[in-house]
């Protein structure tokens, strides 16, 4: 069963200012069924908050995790969660 989860991520590195948070929303629109948003933080880091089908929701980790991303990904930290709803589709924040 591939049941519906919430994952928080802090992306540390070079990250804002080079694209990533919207190559992060164009990754979770070509994987499809995540809801969520990306934004950058003030100490430098992107948080991005995805919820959907686990399987998918790992899809996007592992993009941020090693996939071709903008700037340079030094980390990341992820949480898991319940699912709270209330995000219409993918955005940038």
């Given at each position: 069963?591939?049941?519906?989860?919430?994952?928080?991520?802090?992306?540390?590195?070079?990250?804002?200012?080079?694209g990533f948070r919207w190559f992060?929303?164009?990754?979770?629109?070509?994987?499809?069924?995540?809801?969520?948003?990306?934004?950058?933080l003030g100490d430098g880091r992107?948080?991005?908050?995805?919820?959907?089908?686990?399987?998918?929701?790992?899809q996007l980790l592992e993009w941020?995790?090693?996939?071709?991303?903008?700037?340079?990904?030094?980390?990341?930290?992820?949480?898991?969660?319940?699912?709270?709803?209330?995000?219409?589709?993918?955005?940038?924040?």
């Amino acid at each position: 069963m591939n049941k519906e989860v919430r994952m928080t991520a802090w992306v540390r590195g070079r990250v804002q200012g080079v694209g990533f948070r919207w190559f992060a929303r164009a990754n979770a629109l070509r994987i499809g069924e995540l809801a969520g948003f990306a934004v950058n933080l003030g100490d430098g880091r992107v948080q991005v908050v995805a919820e959907g089908p686990k399987d998918r929701v790992e899809q996007l980790l592992e993009w941020l995790r090693t996939g071709d991303t903008p700037g340079r990904v030094d980390g990341v930290t992820e949480i898991w969660d319940t699912p709270r709803g209330g995000y219409d589709g993918f955005e940038i924040r």
